[in-house]
């Protein structure tokens, strides 16, 4: 099933372009083992398909501040006392960037056309 394959028959064009975005960042939030913000994208994927007009500013609400979306980078690990990127890390976090900027930019046109 693709990432879409939920999302709204009455839903925008620009709310089914966010739905797809975030459902692929849950996807890559989650397959990182990264569950806080995956929950977090599950949320908005919920309120998207269920016509909440708050999803894009409960999206942009996780990219500010200090530990915010922003702060995250994906492929890190923590074993015997020594921080160390994972192999690939490099490409996870490119992807991350692409994804976040895409659904920032997604979600600001949908709050400020309303």
Known sequence: MKPDDHAGVGMSSAGQALHTVVSELEA?????????????????????EQGNPGAPQSLLRAY???GSFNDLALGQDYSNGHFQW???AGELNERLDALRGRAWELARM?????
Not at 28 to 38: C, I, N, P, V
Not at 110 to 114: F, L
């Open 64 to 66: 500010g501040g200090m």
């Open 28 to 48: 890559l939030l989650r397959g990182d083992g990264e569950k806080h913000w995956a929950d977090w994208m599950q949320r908005v994927i919920t309120q998207l």
């Open 110 to 114: 949908m709050r400020d056309a309303t």
């Open 86 to 88: 994972r192999a690939g």
